[in-house]
């Protein structure tokens, strides 16, 4: 950004005016075409005035000035804006240079604040409100913009970020603070500075800009290299025209400036000066962009959340900060930019569904996103045959054992499970030894004492624990299957009934059991006999791997009964990053059919109706479902002779899309939107049918709605209607889906672990559940195990 900043401003402005924007990267985009000698140029551009001099660690080197640049420019393409003008019409369909031409105009937005503030990506950062959380690190408030399209008319989505900062300042207290001392003497190797303690503090401000008052360059920011492994006193070098000298002397003799600490470490900058700590000053606005440290989750989050009220004032803050109007960039470009007031859009609120259990009594509606089961039992109970109980916390004794087994108990006989055995077998193990022997011995045990093993292994772990945890769910889905529910100790110890509730809704899950089911007239379209619905959940990560460069994992779920509350799941790793799902879809269809005949009709049937949500998928990627993963399912449907219509939603989670109520009414009691705010019109996709849905209610902060975008329809869901705007302009508008989103907001009522709605519909969510799962399913060798066949046909995920 420098670089061109330069370049055009103080190099070639005659060139450059009005002036390109510019993306950090490699595009530059102008409003005209420059006179470049067949469209190509190359420049000179430096950064500095001041040759290097004599300094610690390069002064063996010849001098030389400031360093040089070239840039090259060369033009590749023209953008026709008119397309984007159809596009937000409904006139004409998504098109790369529909996209280049979005990019094009989020960069405009952006040039002028990423020139004067500390920028990542699509947010920029100011000094206005920050707060320090210790460790050298600060929290920045920022303001994330993004230019989309919306029907008939261009929208700037404006919201609130923040940013981690590095605490300006002498490097020494940043240094200090990291390790969480104040005295600089930890710094020193000779007095017991640890080497591990020098490599932690080395990654953290490794690439970190600082400035020093002194030298050839005093001033300039420039970025540190490494840490030193020695102090100025020991680390000596020897100047082109004088005898060997240490850091400190060379110091004291060249700017009659006395090394405070010589014995701690140095700075060693990327051109190899090495200069004391204490004369170096931390550059402010700097992005720390290693890892978050976990422990300062919580102040993060405490910093990051507000309320709706206060964070559409902060939002409306930001237009202040942002000054479209005053940009020469967006005025250049011809834009105007309406800044009065937030865009007010059209909303309704869908009606909650009507959650049944069992027996007459057993309705419950859910009021504004929760319910309760009190007095409720569970729409269709498990059975428990036979479990045992494993601890790995020694701290846990018998009491509390015996206290935790009575309030499971009572938890699942309230809500219907079937205990045969009210004492099961409590065995303790090290979990620093074979956990899946341990397990299976105790399976082994229960089979030799009564006959049967066990359905259910509930084990007890200590805080902390995620090896033993990890090697629990290996030994229960992919090496025995069978099901396990862990369970931390010290939340038993608490003895919370609302805690065991919980498990129980998991237990009676993963067991075969159903918790709860939607009444028929909030279902009507998955519960129609005449085509049998089978809905599918996919979702898919690339993950890290010294065997290949492009490994991904894929789960997908899909229900197998009428009331798509039973699901079946299973997990797969592939190559390459576009996904093969033919053998997933096909087991998917075949479990469907197989437990149709088995369980619920003893007939045959073969799913009519295919729905698939796939999780968040930008725009560009639609070709790659519909080229890649369609064909895939397709030829299952196929080799399988089902003849099913295909609707794919595309469902995202936008971190920075937020609504808020227009009037107090309109709020819950959290000040959010109510649960089940729908909004179809306005702000949506102008060609295909989306909508955005807020289906959960909001607790702490400003809740964020959900983002629902058919890609692919054959089951008549994307019906639309003419309207003729005030323009006298065709706007090709979806109707209002009213079917598909009531399904939506119903199938979030439906995560069997929950009485609360959840932002995504639970196929989606069973398959991310499972995704995660799946890092457990790796064996020592880093293999991937497939899952037992036994867990296939369960909820194992839940």
Sequence with gaps: MELLVRLQEVLEPGIFTPRGVYDGRKNLFSIRRYPFENDTRTFDVTLGNTPAQDSPGNAQKPKKGPKGYKVKLTKVAEINPELLSQFTLGNQSHAEEILTTITALNIVVRMEPTIRYPFNVRSFFTKDERQDIGGGLELWRGYFQSVRPAIGKMVIN?????????????????????????????????????????????????????????????????????????????????????????????????????????NIVCAELASGAVIPLEFCDVVEGQIMRKQFPQEKTDAMIKFSTKKPADRLNSIMKGLGVLSYGQSEYIRAFGLDVATQNPLVVNARVLDPPRMLYRGSQGSVTPQNGAWNMIQKRFYQSAVVNGWVVVIYDPRFDDQATQKMVQELSKACRDTGIIFQDHNPPIVRHNGKENVGEQLKQAGKDLFQSKGFPPDLIVVILPQGSADIYRAVKYFGDVVQGVATQCMQSQLCARSSPHYFANLALKINTKL??????????????????????????????????????????????????????????????????????????????????????????????????????????????????????????????????????????????????????????????????????????????????????????????????????????????????????????????????????????????????????????APLHYAEVALSRAKCHFDSEHNFMPIHPNMRDKMYFS
């Design 158 to 262: 404006l919201d609130i970020s923040t940013g981690v900062m590095y605490r300006a300042g002498p490097l020494i207290d940043l240094c200090l603070q990291f390790l969480g001392k104040n005295n600089a003497a930890v710094l020193s190797p000779t007095q017991g500075f640890p080497e591990r303690e020098r490599l932690r503090l080395q990654r953290f401000v490794s690439g970190l800009r600082i400035t020093s008052p002194l030298g050839p360059q005093a001033g300039r920011p420039r970025g540190i290299r490494k840490l030193t492994a020695a102090g100025a006193s020991a680390l000596s070098f020897t100047p082109r025209d004088g005898p060997a000298t240490t850091v400190a002397q060379f110091f004291q003799q060249t700017y009659n400036r006395q090394v405070r600490y010589p």
């Design 512 to 761: 075969g059991g159903i918790n709860t089911i939607l009444s028929s007239l909030s279902t009507h379209i998955i519960q129609d006999q005449g085509a049998p619905t089978m809905i599918m959940g996919i979702r898919n990560i690339m993950i890290d791997s010294t065997r290949s460069p492009c490994l991904s994992l894929t789960s997908m779920v899909a229900n197998v009964d009428s009331h798509c509350t039973k699901y079946v799941g299973d997990v797969d790793i592939t190559n390459g990053t576009s996904l093969d799902l033919l053998d997933l879809a096909m087991y998917m269809i075949q479990a469907f059919t197989r437990y149709r005949n088995d369980v619920e009709y003893q007939t045959r049937l073969l799913p009519k109706r295919i729905l698939i949500f796939r999780n968040a998928i930008s725009p560009e990627r639609f070709c790659q479902i519909l080229h890649h993963e369609l064909p895939s399912i397709k030829e299952a449907c196929t080799k399988l002779s089902v003849d099913a219509k295909i609707t794919i939603i595309a469902v995202s989670r936008p971190r920075h899309v937020r609504f808020f109520p227009n009037n107090q009414g309109d709020a819950d009691n959290s000040g959010n939107c109510t649960a089940g705010t729908v909004i179809d019109r306005d702000i949506t996709d102008p060609v295909e049918m989306s909508f955005y849905l807020q289906s959960h209610a909001g607790t702490i902060g400003t809740s964020h709605p959900t983002h629902y975008n058919v890609v692919y329809d054959e089951n008549n869901f994307t019906q639309v209607i003419i309207l003729i705007s005030p323009t006298a302009n065709i706007l090709m508008v979806p109707t209002r889906p009213d079917a598909i989103q009531e399904l939506c907001y119903g199938l979030c009522h439906l995560s069997a672990t929950s009485t609360r709605t959840i932002s995504i519909p």
